[in-house]
């Protein structure tokens, strides 16, 4: 956006010139190739200095990574830097070759007659061109034409319907600005700064668009590192377990339950626990009986830990098929008869979420590898599970009788008091095979990742946030000759450098005012759907995040259109209603 805004402004600025080379001579071909040539070797220039820039944040992303990655990665190779460079020429043809071919239609009559400037371009023709030149970076970075498209065609929709609710909002805020009363230089320069962005809508619309997209990003690392993981878990009970203990074996079972029994609040059952793999699904290897994009599921590559209950588990719940029915003359007598017979099969409980990724039903056969014995089975129900109980869950249950005699080991967890945490000493003592995980510092270390990558994502949203602002510059710097005429008008009318200065403040603070609202709401729609359809919370209000972004927003943008404005405020008046006519 900013290069076509820039582009703009460049080709006005040189259809003087252009007209006055047709005037000696110069045919069309000759224009458009001597000033693409100098857009070239701009563009070239930039590409460089980006394309260094982009070595050190790289490295600076991996400083901010480096404590937690599990390699080293190897250093950049030349194709990143080609990259770079390609992707800035081909923005460059994409956002700016409409625009420059305007200088290929200027007269040379206009060194006599200024109205005869050439029409812009159609806007279906820079859009039509825009985007398929960033839908082609969008594959080429992607690989996949699909999802290059429906990116492409998603983005379109919801920058439409953005554009929508950004111009209400402009609107809204204009009219209560309208509205505002009182003679206070304040109020005057609120009263003026909106009525220079209403001036400018289209292009305050695409400045709004572009910060409120980026303070949402910016809202959203905020909230996932810091809000989401406390609000779920503030929201278990407080007696969830806070600590698992796993490998008890079965000469230490009673021993363990007794030690542990009486000094805890709760404490889950103590599950028996066998390894298992998954080597075949209805007569075939496993990867070839389920869906191509589940032949990489980590429960086909790794051993899944089994065991085998008589009840349904609490926070276990059936949604198809039937639960173990133990009877005299049913199925558990013939397993325990039969249980190595290829012609028997054993009844099993599958965690609904684990068949559906790998295409299984009611009635699919799964053959498990335990030990150097094989276990043909075959689902008979399926579970839905409560994982954010903090009890041990598995993916496969067993009815009793099957795995009883392969090597086991006992899991349980209990939420341990503060005031009883000695007992983890004593049981590290007189328990050492057992491990024991404690849930408060596994989520203390989380927390800590989630800093290192929101930190790494922040650089990056940094990064976005100056592209945002190189737009602003690109529309400063459009719309600086009617800017320096407004300025040199309420000069002549009688306004200071400090009016002038409040003025132009305003306009870009209401701007930033406007990016942060939007950002907000955002935000919060975006939580709330985290927190309905992905971690099963109650969604709730952020009423920091709707003082935060505005007044942030005001602030930043304000200052930054301040401080970028400062040249027009230091020329003469005489010298500011002259660039008005200025091409």
């Known amino acids: 956006v900013a290069v076509a805004m820039s582009t703009r402004r460049y080709v006005e600025r040189h259809l003087d010139t252009a007209a006055l080379l047709r005037c000696f001579g110069a045919s069309q071909y000759q224009l458009v190739t001597i000033f693409s040539l100098q ?29 937690f990655l599990p390699m080293t990665l190897p250093p950049p190779g030349i194709m990143p830097l080609w990259l770079g460079i390609f992707t800035a020429l081909a923005v460059l043809v994409g956002f ?38 960033f839908g082609g970076l969008l594959w080429l970075y992607s690989g996949s034409f699909s999802l290059a498209l429906a990116l492409l065609v998603g983005g379109a929709v919801l920058l439409s319907l953005l554009w929508g609710v950004s111009s209400l909002l402009m609107r809204g805020m204009l009219r209560a600005l309208q509205r505002l009363t009182g003679g206070s230089e304040w109020a005057q320069a609120l009263r003026l700064g909106g009525r220079q962005l209403a001036r400018r809508k289209q292009a305050g619309l695409g400045q709004l668009l572009a910060f409120s997209v980026t303070f949402f990003a910016m809202a959203m690392i905020v909230l996932v590192r810091g809000d989401l993981l406390t609000t779920w878990q503030d929201q278990l009970p407080a007696d969830t377990p806070n600590y698992f203990a796993i490998n008890i074996q079965p000469s230490e079972r009673d021993a363990f339950e007794q030690a542990v029994a009486p000094r805890v609040e709760t404490q889950s059952t103590l599950y028996p626990m066998v390894r298992g793999r998954i ?16 032949r990489g599921d980590n429960s086909l590559r790794r051993e899944l830990n089994l065991t085998w209950q008589s009840e349904l588990p609490e926070g276990n719940q059936v949604v198809a098929g039937q639960w173990f029915v133990a009877e005299p003359q049913g199925w558990m007598s013939e397993v325990d008869a039969t249980a190595s017979s290829e012609s028997q099969t054993v009844p099993i409980s599958v965690e609904d ?30 579970r839905s599970l409560n994982w954010d109980s903090f009890n041990p869950n598995f993916f496969v249950i067993f009815p009793p009788g099957v795995l009883e005699s392969f090597g086991h080991s006992f899991i349980t967890a209990f939420h341990l008091p503060d005031q009883e945490q000695g007992l983890v000493r004593e049981l590290v003592s007189d328990f050492p095979g057992v491990s024991l995980l404690n849930v408060d510092a596994i989520l ?58 409040r003025v132009q403040g305003a306009e870009y603070a ?32 952020h009423l920091g995040l709707w003082l935060a972004l505005p007044i942030g927003g005001a602030l930043l943008i304000g200052l930054i259109g301040h401080a970028l404005s400062y040249s027009l405020r230091k020329q003469a008046p005489a010298a500011s209603l002259g660039l008005l006519g200025e091409a």
């Open 39 to 67: 857009l070239l070797g701009l563009a070239l220039m930039a590409s460089l200095i980006g394309a260094l820039l982009g070595l050190v944040g790289q490295a600076v992303l991996l400083w901010l990574l480096t404590s």
């Open 96 to 133: 700016a070759g409409p625009t420059l071919l305007r200088i290929k239609q200027v007269s040379a009559l206009k060194v006599l007659r200024r109205e005869l400037d050439p029409l812009p371009p159609a806007a279906w023709l820079v859009v039509g061109v825009a985007s398929i030149v």
């Open 279 to 294: 080597t075949q699904i209805n007569g075939q290897a496993p990867r070839e009986a389920v869906p191509p994009d589940a």
């Open 353 to 382: 979420g684990l068949a559906e990724r790998l295409g299984l039903g009611i009635g699919d056969e799964i053959t498990f590898a335990v030990g150097s014995d094989s276990i043909t089975t075959h689902i008979q129900s399926l």
């Open 444 to 501: 203390g270390q989380v927390r800590d990742v989630l800093t290192q990558v929101t930190r790494a994502v922040e650089l990056v949203l940094v990064l976005v946030l100056l592209a945002g602002v190189s737009v602003l510059y690109a529309a400063l710097t459009a719309s600086r000759p009617v800017r320096a005429h407004e300025s040199g008008l309420l000069r002549v009318f009688g306004a200071g450098n400090r009016m002038i200065s």
């Open 510 to 541: 209401l701007l930033g005012f406007a990016s942060g609202v939007l950002g907000a709401l955002l935000a919060e729609l975006a939580t709330a759907a985290l927190y309905l359809y992905w971690l099963d919370l109650t969604p709730r209000l």
